[in-house]
């Protein structure tokens, strides 16, 4: 297996749960938050789009889905162009709601579409290119990648769990 074959494999399991965690819910469930300080998964599902794009735009020298695609004004939402979700408080992750689970989901496909066009490309040496100087040691390409799909895999566990509380009752 090479390389690009590998993270296509990991960002293409993102895509299955994100899909899975959205699929049949009702807007007040997307929405609906298990604690006071609790994240939605409509929050969660938009973070995890977020991130990746922003984070792999960035390593791919483009312009992020959210802006180029216009997504930032289909959503609609009291935040930042440029908001991620990191370091949210509790009140602007309750910002993110009233967005359709259907669009969530297509905004992480498009996502998902330019991760794998970035990522088709790769080989096993540019993973080891300095991405992030910023940290010591630097951020590698290879490093960067696999903290996304870490990030992301998280979080839509995280949201499977909300939805399995509010299935629960």
Do not use: C
Request: charged share 25%; aromatic share 8%; net charge negative.
């Amino acid at each position: 297996m090479e390389i690009n074959e590998l993270l296509a494999d990991a960002f293409g399991r993102v895509l299955e749960d994100v899909r899975a965690v959205a699929d049949g819910l009702a807007q007040e469930d997307l929405d609906a938050r298990p604690g006071p300080e609790a994240n939605s998964i409509a929050w969660l599902v938009w973070h995890i789009a977020r991130v990746q794009d922003d984070h792999v735009s960035e390593v791919a020298g483009r312009e992020q889905v959210w802006t180029a695609d216009g997504w930032a004004e289909r959503f609609g939402l009291p935040l930042r162009e440029g908001d991620i979700g990191y370091g949210h408080t509790s009140e602007q992750a309750g910002e993110v709601k009233g967005v359709p689970g259907a669009e969530l989901v297509a905004y992480y496909e498009a996502v998902h579409a330019q991760t794998l066009a970035y990522v088709a490309g790769l080989t096993a040496p540019d993973l080891d290119r300095i991405v992030d100087r910023n940290w010591t040691p630097h951020v590698t390409l290879g490093v960067r990648l696999v903290s996304v799909v870490n990030d992301n895999q998280q979080h839509v566990g995280q949201a499977a769990y909300v939805r399995g509380l509010l299935e629960r009752g």
